[in-house]
């Protein structure tokens, strides 16, 4: 999508080559992420998180809506891989800091 804020754009561009340590460096140095029920807080922690799901799955994730709920942005992204449930659509839940992703949540 060309309409997503910056911080979100380069969390998803991060994400497509599966480059840990770029995604967490998308992040505020004491941002939280919680994901299937855990609780990720700090880059380190962001990082190892990403170097886990991305090797854990193969996936492909394809933005299509955005929408604000208060001072959150929600991101919908369609989720395709080898992964139970798959496909899938999620709701990425952002909070932003400047230039970078204070906080971010994902649910179905």
Not at 68 to 93: A, C, M, N, Q
Request: glycine content about 8%; overall charge negative.
């Amino acid at each position: 999508m060309k309409d997503l804020p910056k911080p979100i754009g380069d969390y998803f561009a991060a994400d497509r080559f599966k480059d840990a340590e770029v995604v967490s460096q998308c992040f505020t140095e004491d941002s939280i992420v919680v994901d299937e029920g855990h609780t990720y807080k700090g880059r380190a922690a962001i990082k190892r998180w990403k170097e886990e799901s991305s090797t854990k799955y193969q996936y492909t994730s394809t933005p299509f809506a955005i929408a604000e709920d208060g001072d959150k942005i929600v991101v919908t992204s369609h989720l395709v891989g080898t992964f139970p449930g798959s496909p899938v659509d999620l709701r990425y839940i952002f909070a932003l800091q400047g230039d970078k992703v204070a906080g971010l949540e994902i649910t179905v």
